[in-house]
């Protein structure tokens, strides 16, 4: 069973940034790969990011295209942690951010589909103002 907590929601201007930061309890963290995803009001949830598990030393990553040059997915695996660096927000950005952890799998390094993940947290609230 794999725990996961996310922190580093808030409020702030478009243009600002923000970083999340997801914390994994258990001893296998380094083995799965990583996703962040969101929910708009009234919008079913999305993919925004995701990292595999290291590959030799190689970490591969993806990104939604409407995030992609703005926003960094990074791991700690010595801290159990997984965070979102989200630059250049824009209002559209506003949504409950998911992280989510995908376990082992012999068919892929990381996953863009929601129903791959075997574990969510509890979600954090970004709120961007115009």
Do not use: H
């Not at 995030?67 to 409950?96: C, W, Y």
């Amino acid at each position: 069973q794999v725990q996961l907590v996310e922190s580093g929601g808030g409020l702030v201007q478009a243009g600002g940034s923000l970083r999340l930061s997801c914390t994994a309890s258990g001893r296998t963290f380094s083995s799965f790969a990583m996703g962040w995803f969101r929910q708009a009001p009234g919008k079913e949830r999305e993919f925004v990011a995701t990292i595999s598990a290291p590959v030799v030393v190689t970490y591969y990553a993806d990104y939604a295209d409407s995030v992609k040059g703005r926003f960094t997915i990074s791991r700690d695996n010595a801290k159990n942690t997984v965070s979102l660096q989200m630059n250049n927000l824009k209002p559209e950005d506003t949504a409950v951010y998911y992280c989510a952890a995908d376990r082992p799998s012999q068919d892929r390094l990381y996953s863009t589909r929601q129903a791959d993940y075997d574990y969510w947290g509890q979600g954090t609230q970004v709120t961007v103002s115009s």
